[in-house]
């Protein structure tokens, strides 16, 4: 059984049906979908991401890939221009899945650039593979190596001693920013490097019709397996569970802590109870 039907825990729910389990997947709201949902907010016809929006890394997963999206109506849409930085004379600094292309914006970083990004492009999916995966020994011990220098330090650090003129700083900072961390953070760059080098690969694609169409076509195809979702049903308590062998919770941890409750150990509801949320965010496009 899986509480929550975001797409991580709509991936668990297919992968445990693809073993032959029986899933059911609850959810409080009346669509699945978790923050990969839209909906239309200022006017009728016009559809909105509610949260996420662009999805580099959705195109990109090793999980993903192995899944017949497009079959359940999943349709990626790529832009020209990923990535559009503004700078203060007025112009902008692009990214391009083009390295040549972006490298024209880079002025005297153009070579930096390529340097960074270029060895990953020829099997991106073996860096990603290792660098999305669980904790374990790298599948591709030398890529990873040649990425883990790097991603070591923040990312103000990294675009300081790789560049020399802001235009390249402020476009590795655009991507390092999604981190949701400040930027002098230790391990910042790792995901300014994960989503230039993503960017060289497939886009940052977006959903044709919003990012709910991501989880529409996760659900139907665990549907095809066999697996359950009910919608607008919230779990306050487990005893409101049916009997199952796995719970898995796709949900905050406050949330998991107030649902298990006793059930958890107390150490572990005592970790939950610290856990700390960072800063809230938004788009506004």
Not at 23 to 43: H, I, K, P, Q
Not at 165 to 192: I, M, N
Not at 217 to 227: E, M, P, T
């Amino acid at each position: 059984m899986v509480i929550g039907s975001g797409p991580n825990g709509l991936a668990a729910a297919i992968e445990l049906a693809r073993r032959g389990a029986t899933v059911l997947v609850v959810e409080a709201e009346d669509e699945v979908g978790g923050g990969t949902r839209s909906a239309e907010l200022t006017l009728p016809g016009f559809t909105h991401d509610v949260c996420s929006a662009v999805h580099p890394m959705g195109i990109l997963s090793p999980f993903f890939r192995e899944l017949p999206l497009a079959e359940h109506g999943l349709r990626w849409l790529r832009p020209r221009a990923s990535v559009a930085h503004p700078m203060p004379d007025g112009r902008a600094v692009m990214l391009y899945r083009s390295l040549a292309r972006t490298g024209e914006g880079l002025g005297r970083d153009a070579r930096a650039w390529a340097r960074m990004v270029a060895p990953f492009l020829d099997d991106p999916h073996a860096l990603l593979a290792d660098a999305m995966g669980p904790l374990r020994v790298p599948a591709h011990p030398i890529a990873m190596l040649r990425f883990g220098l790097r991603a070591a330090f923040s990312a103000n650090r990294l675009a300081r001693l790789s560049f020399r003129e802001e235009r390249a700083r402020a476009l590795f900072a655009g991507c390092a920013a999604h981190s949701v961390l400040p930027l002098g953070q230790p391990l910042t760059a790792a995901l300014g490097l994960l989503f230039a080098i993503t960017a060289h690969v497939e886009d940052w694609p977006v959903a044709e019709g919003g990012s709910h169409a991501i989880t529409r076509a996760l659900a139907s195809i665990l549907r095809s397996l066999g697996g359950r979702i009910e919608t607008g049903r919230r779990i306050e308590r487990l005893d409101q569970l049916p009997d199952a062998r796995v719970v898995l919770f796709d949900t905050s941890p406050d949330q998991l802590a107030r649902i298990a409750g006793d059930a958890l150990p107390a150490g572990y509801r005592r970790r939950l109870g610290r856990y700390r949320y960072g800063p809230g965010v938004f788009k506004l496009d």
